[in-house]
């Protein structure tokens, strides 16, 4: 295992693949503990936005200009869990194709099984992986379509929120609670109609929302032809430039680092006590009412020594 990261470490892409697929299947604890010390300086964006608002494609005009910057860039794509979106894992691909070659750029889709509240619980530690092996930036793609899936992207460094022009997107943004997380928006499919009044009414409900320290730029973008995309990247340069010196970027970091902490202690919690329940016939004394649900939890999880 060991060797593996090293290897990944070293520049090895086949290497970085398979130490991913390690820690998403749960094992792999020893690359993360290795890997976890030197993943802390990669600037995380998090894009994301309704399915189909263009944020792949987005992100593949966004690499470009990463690597003309001379950038090493990472991408981990998080497909939505519905099967009538199943064919998002080769369509990411097939967008981002330009890049195949370079291995400047890695690109990685994860399913959305195993989620915890929308949010794979694999993607934190991808993203700690290909930012140890010396990407960055590193750009979450993640379907924002409720309260729940935003909260990855939450602990981003820098969140795009891509809005599409039209009467009643920004609302929808809204109710999904994308308003609040946002650092830059992008009003990307600027090619068709209501683009002015999409600026507008998401302008008003920045205003209403919040008292900020940094005012979320709004940009607009045809990311099938690539305008815009240079002002989308100055965007989050700007933003990335407010956090170091303001010194925010600190607390961005203690506040997922504890998110993370939080995510993980449950994920090994349930993960331990189904192990347990599997074993042991505490079911059984709940169903036939020799033991209490609450009872047989506390014992489950060990909270009585
Ligand atoms: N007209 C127009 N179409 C666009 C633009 N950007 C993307 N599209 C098209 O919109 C469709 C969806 O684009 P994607 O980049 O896959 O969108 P996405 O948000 O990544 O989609 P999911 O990952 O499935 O949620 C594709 O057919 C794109 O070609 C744009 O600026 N204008
Ligand atoms: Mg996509």
């Given at each position: 295992m060991s060797e593996l990261w090293d290897?990944?470490?070293?520049?090895?892409?086949?290497?970085l693949a398979k130490a991913i697929t390690a820690v998403e299947a749960?094992?792999?604890?020893?690359?993360?503990?290795?890997?976890?010390?030197?993943?802390?300086?990669?600037?995380?964006?998090?894009?994301?936005g309704a399915p189909g608002a263009g944020k792949s494609t987005l992100v593949d005009r966004l690499i470009t200009v990463a690597r003309a910057a001379d950038k090493r860039v990472a991408v981990i794509a998080v497909d939505p869990s519905s099967p009538f979106?199943?064919?998002?894992?080769?369509?990411?691909?097939?967008?981002?194709?330009?890049?195949?070659?370079?291995?400047?750029?890695?690109?990685?889709s994860l399913a959305n099984r195993g989620h915890l509240g929308?949010?794979?619980?694999?993607?934190?530690?991808?993203?700690?992986?290909?930012?140890?092996?010396?990407?960055d930036p590193v750009i979450i793609e993640t379907v924002g379509v409720g309260q729940a899936?935003?909260?990855?992207?939450?602990r981003a460094d820098t969140t795009i929120v891509v809005v599409n022009p039209g009467w009643g997107d920004s609302v929808?943004?809204?109710?999904?609670?994308?308003l609040e997380i946002g650092d830059v928006f992008v009003v990307n499919k600027?090619?068709?109609?209501?683009?002015?009044?999409?600026?507008?009414?998401?302008?008003?409900?920045?205003?209403?929302?919040?008292?900020?320290?940094?005012?979320?730029?709004?940009?607009?973008?045809?990311?099938?032809?690539?305008?815009?995309?240079?002002?989308?990247?100055?965007?989050?340069?700007a933003h990335k430039l407010h956090l170091h010196d303001s010194g925010r970027i600190d607390e961005r970091r203690a506040v997922r680092a504890a998110a993370e902490l939080h995510d993980a202690v449950e994920v090994s919690v349930r993960r331990?006590?189904?192990?347990?329940?599997a074993v042991e016939s505490v079911l059984d004394e709940v169903v036939s009412r020799r033991l209490d649900p609450w009872t047989a939890a506390s014992r489950l999880v060990d909270l009585d020594g």
């Open positions: 290897q990944a470490r070293a520049g090895d892409i086949r290497s749960a094992s792999g604890l020893g690359i993360l503990a290795a890997a976890y010390p030197d993943a802390g300086s990669a600037h995380i964006i998090g894009v994301t979106t199943g064919g998002a894992i080769l369509g990411d691909r097939v967008r981002m194709q330009d890049h195949i070659d370079d291995p400047d750029v890695y690109i990685r929308g949010i794979s619980a694999a993607t934190p530690k991808a993203a700690a992986l290909v930012a140890a092996a010396g990407f899936e935003v909260g990855i992207t939450e929808q943004a809204s109710k999904a609670g994308l600027a090619d068709r109609p209501g683009v002015d009044e999409t600026v507008r009414d998401l302008r008003q409900m920045l205003e209403l929302g919040r008292a900020l320290q940094w005012t979320p730029p709004i940009v607009t973008a045809v990311a099938t032809e690539g305008s815009g995309v240079d002002e989308v990247w100055a965007a989050i340069e331990s006590v189904e192990s347990r329940l």
